[in-house]
């Protein structure tokens, strides 16, 4: 009797599965009756019968889409939030520096390492101002960390009075560091502000920042004796990264008038269509021009199509990165390559009249993501909104070892 009993209780759980199965079934089927439907033609009657299982098939067909469709919107819109998440969280992390005592501690524990990581971080530091801009508030006072450094210092003056010197090259580089911190947060923060009043969200463009097409071998700049990279380092790295996305998203903006705005003559939005005279959507704009007409980009970026498309005839397209698109319509001739890099006022076409076209024209859209958006706001708000985020302050960069 013992050794039947684990059998008779599996049977008896497989027996309460399949009744509850049978249960959700004849649920089902109450919500998925069969049905009749009968059509009439010439006199005719015939019906139509749709079974239960054909409806729950269908359904669970639905269904399976559906959840895989939300699976997927889960999935991109995770991603996004964790890319985002990660560039905050070391953007925003306080940098745990050294204190005085730990730095005398080190300098006294191997001085020898130490001048040999000051000099490989001033060699860093002075291949990187050549490329560096000429803002950099040279004026600005300096943080803790900074102020840290002055007591490292004094104490080594102290204790360790042969190390002084290089004391003080490694509080001049360290003020060195901050200062272009700062300047990259501020121009990051002037190209952000720039960014909203155009309408963009800055920190998608810095989530679909262009990080292909890039590579190397790996070279951290180690710049304490444990081996160790200063956080103050990696901040102005971040800092740097943060901003060069930020700028090259305000560079694929639109911002150049593809033809003459004296020839607009269809804007975006619903009009009257110009073949059939019902209602329509007008993705673009028109400007009206001789055929032969300068087509020029309206920003930088590459040639991503180059042919024709149907009802726009021969066509351009240009992709400014960050999910930013332009197309330029109706051509007569095409002066771009599949591949090219182009900047903006660069020539890629010639006005025409291919495609549905009632005469020569160029038409012209912008896309975020595919989808059409008005491209008024950009050519016109764009110039004076990037001139004003790329005006400077040209006080001069102080060299890291302080001349």
């Known amino acids: 009797m013992i050794a039947d009993c684990p059998t008779k209780t599996n049977g008896g759980v497989a027996l309460k599965l399949f009744v509850a199965a049978g249960g959700w079934v004849d649920r089902l089927r109450t919500w998925f009756p ?8 010439q006199g005719q009657v015939r019906f139509i019968k ?21 699976i997927s919107i889960a999935a991109m819109a995770w991603s996004h939030y964790r890319a985002q998440a990660d ?9 745990k520096v050294s ?32 490329s560096l801009p000429e803002d950099i508030k040279a004026d600005e006072t300096v943080s803790d960390s900074s102020t840290e450094s002055g007591k490292t210092v004094a104490k080594v003056s102290m204790m360790i009075p042969e190390a002084v010197g290089l004391a003080r090259i490694e509080a001049r580089q360290l003020s060195f560091v901050e200062r272009l911190t700062r300047f990259a947060d501020r121009r990051s923060a002037r190209a952000a502000k720039a960014m909203r009043k155009l309408g963009l969200n800055p920190k998608t463009v810095l989530a679909n920042a262009d990080r292909g097409a890039m590579g190397g071998p790996l070279e951290l700049l180690a710049t304490s004796v444990d081996g160790s990279v200063d956080p103050r380092f990696e901040r102005l790295g971040l800092s740097l990264t943060r901003m060069n996305a930020l700028e090259r998203g305000l560079q694929g903006v639109p911002q150049v008038m593809p033809a003459s705005s004296d020839n607009i003559t269809s804007g975006f939005g619903y009009r009257q269509d110009p073949f059939n005279g019902h209602a329509a ?19 930088r970026g590459h ?10 005839g021969n066509v351009v ?14 051509m007569s001739q095409f002066h771009a390559t599949v591949g090219e890099k182009v900047a903006a006022g660069d020539v890629i076409g010639a006005i ?13 859209e912008v896309r975020i993501n595919g989808r059409p958006v008005n491209p008024r706001p950009f050519l016109e708000i764009a110039p004076d909104v990037l001139k004003e985020a790329r005006s400077t302050h040209p006080l001069g960069a102080t060299s890291p070892n302080g001349e």
């Open 352 to 364: 025409g009249s291919t495609g549905r076209s009632t005469g020569p024209h160029l038409h012209f």
């Open 50 to 70: 749709i079974s239960s299982k054909l409806q729950m098939a269908a359904a669970a067909v639905v269904v399976s889409a559906l959840l895989v469709w939300a």
């Open 34 to 41: 069969d049905r009749e439907f009968f059509m009439r033609s």
């Open 99 to 130: 204190t005085a005592e730990e730095r005398v501690a080190e300098y006294r524990g191997n001085l020898g390492k130490v001048e040999k990581d000051l000099e490989a971080r001033q060699k860093f530091l002075e291949a990187m101002v050549p």
């Open 87 to 95: 560039l905050d969280s070391l953007l925003q992390r306080e940098a």
């Open 281 to 299: 959507m007008h993705d673009g704009l028109d400007f009206r021009g001789a055929i032969g007409t300068a087509i020029h980009a309206a920003a």
């Open 317 to 330: 397209e240009i992709d400014h990165g960050n999910g930013l698109m332009t197309r330029y319509a109706h």
């Open 303 to 312: 040639v991503s199509f180059v042919g024709q498309r149907r009802g726009y």
